[in-house]
């Protein structure tokens, strides 16, 4: 180890050469061959390393996954720097190639800040962009954590609607394809077109005014009256055909009806005809209901987004970015039975804000909001205008959070939550883009109920 090596750290470049040798006389030299570990996960953090030839890299640990943090070369200063609150390597260190390092334990730190003040200088800002940094990069796994839980909250959302439009086509298929057949067998026996019209004149008379609003139970019933009469007049696939008819309000007595003009003989062939219309119609329907879910669900993300739109700050619609919000979480809140309680005001004036942003504030406390309630719990989101600002506040009826820790919840990196299952950033997050929009966040807390309040200014006219 010579002077010279301690001057590829930039730190140490124009020093004194009696004070490098003194550092070289307290440092300790280590070597390390391809792939050893220069520090191990949760290691007592001791020394500073400055590194003299060489390379290394570093992983850190999230949710059990090991990942590449960042690499290190000659010339840089890592490991345990003066006044840092480091006790333990959070990931593990690992040599590239062979590298030697010089290791200054924090025995000597205040000795050589004593000795070379603008060393000390230095290392306060190496320190504070180390923090920038290791804060830059938790947070952007905190909005990969959030995206990768909307992601799959919206595939969830998207396969319902996806899947019941291929199994309503599949079963349209069906339908369509027994539909020929029919209509020869018809033809054959003689039945004229305003017959059939009559027959479904006589059975839409006695059909629910809004079919599929029956309750299971009577349906049910219905269904079982249904396949009795359809058996006795030797219909086919009787209960199948039932459940349709049932699902769309038919009776038996408009089956009667029905029976009475139509010849015995081609009785069946017209309630058949019939009943894949109905179903047809239905299928359409499904598809219809199915498609129009998609386009929403498009139109939502495109506004929790805001693809279209400028990044600067604007008029946003508090309304809009929570409803959009509360669609993008959708999984989340059937998934544990979540009641939503929405209490808008009325005429609630635009605040100026980035509506990106915005957003991450909304599905952060909401998420935090669903996680904290039972299966079944309520989360109520109220809105209301006070002057020239607007307050969102979001309330659930957890169990609350504890009186030691309320004070901790804003703070980087300070979690509740099981270890790999939050970065503690989220509320960090929301309490730097409100502040950053001029606004403020409070949080009251008991058992039984927590409540956060965000309130923002009114955009200009």
């Known amino acids: 180890m010579t002077t010279a090596e301690l001057r590829q750290a930039v730190i140490f470049e124009d020093q004194p050469e009696e004070e490098l040798e003194w550092l070289i006389s307290v440092a300790e030299e280590r070597k390390f061959e391809d792939g050893e570990p220069l520090a191990e996960r949760n290691a007592p953090a001791e020394h500073m390393t400055i590194v003299l030839e060489g390379a290394f890299q570093v992983f850190m640990f999230n949710r059990g996954q090991r990942m590449l943090f960042g690499r290190g070369k000659v010339g840089d200063v890592t490991g345990l720097l003066p006044f840092s609150r480091m006790q333990k390597?959070?990931?593990?260190?690992?040599?590239?190639?062979?590298?030697?390092?010089?290791?200054?334990?924090?025995?000597?730190?205040?000795?050589?800040?004593?000795?070379?003040?603008?060393?000390?200088?230095?290392?306060?800002?190496?320190?504070?962009?180390?923090?920038?940094?290791?804060?830059r990069n938790e947070q952007q796994q905190e909005k990969m954590m959030s995206l990768g839980k909307l992601s799959a909250g919206l595939a969830h959302e998207l396969n319902n609607p996806a899947a019941a439009i291929r199994r309503a086509a599949a079963e349209l298929r069906e339908q369509l394809d027994a539909m020929p057949a029919l209509v020869t067998r018809l033809v054959g026996q003689g039945i004229a077109p305003d017959q059939i019209d009559r027959a479904r004149a006589a059975l839409a008379g006695c059909k629910a005014p809004t079919p599929g609003t029956v309750s299971a139970l009577d349906r049910s019933d219905r269904e079982d009256e249904l396949g009795d009469w359809l058996s006795d007049h030797n219909v086919e696939r009787p209960f199948v055909v039932a459940e349709v008819l049932a699902e769309e309000?038919?009776?038996?007595?408009?089956?009667?009806?029905?029976?009475?003009?139509?010849?015995?003989?081609?009785?069946?062939?017209?309630?058949?005809?019939?009943?894949?219309?109905?179903?047809?119609?239905?299928?359409?329907?499904?598809?219809?209901?199915?498609?129009?879910?998609?386009?929403?669900?498009?139109?939502?993300?495109?506004?929790?987004?805001?693809?279209?739109?400028?990044?600067?700050?604007?008029?946003?619609?508090?309304h809009d970015g929570l409803d959009s919000t509360l669609t993008m979480l959708g999984h989340e809140i059937r998934k544990k039975s979540v009641r939503i309680v929405q209490e808008y005001a009325n005429d609630l004036p635009d605040v100026a804000a980035?509506?990106?942003?915005?957003?991450?504030?909304?599905?952060?406390?909401?998420?935090?909001?669903?996680?904290a309630v039972e299966e079944g719990g309520e989360v109520k989101i109220s809105t209301r205008q006070e002057g020239p600002i607007v307050c969102v506040t979001v309330t659930d009826n957890g169990s609350g959070i504890p009186e030691d820790i309320r004070e901790k919840i804003f703070d980087p990196f300070f979690t509740t939550k099981e270890p790999g299952a939050g970065t503690g950033l989220g509320l960090e997050i929301v309490h730097r883009i409100i502040r950053q929009h001029d606004g403020r966040v409070n949080v009251t807390s008991e058992p039984g109920r927590t409540s956060f309040e965000v309130c923002l200014p009114v955009a200009e006219a």
Not at 94 to 105: C, D, E, N
């Open 354 to 371: 980035y509506p990106g942003e915005l957003n991450q504030v909304w599905t952060n406390l909401l998420d935090n909001a669903f996680d």
């Open 249 to 318: 309000g038919v009776t038996p007595q408009a089956l009667d009806r029905l029976a009475a003009d139509i010849p015995e003989a081609a009785l069946t062939d017209v309630i058949l005809w019939i009943e894949r219309g109905l179903a047809a119609e239905r299928l359409l329907t499904d598809v219809e209901r199915s498609s129009v879910r998609i386009s929403d669900l498009v139109a939502s993300i495109k506004k929790y987004s805001h693809m279209d739109q400028s990044a600067e700050r604007q008029a946003v619609d508090v």
């Open 89 to 135: 390597f959070g990931g593990e260190a690992l040599s590239i190639g062979t590298s030697r390092f010089a290791a200054v334990h924090k025995d000597y730190f205040m000795e050589m800040i004593s000795r070379m003040p603008e060393v000390g200088q230095r290392l306060v800002a190496r320190m504070t962009d180390r923090v920038r940094e290791s804060s």
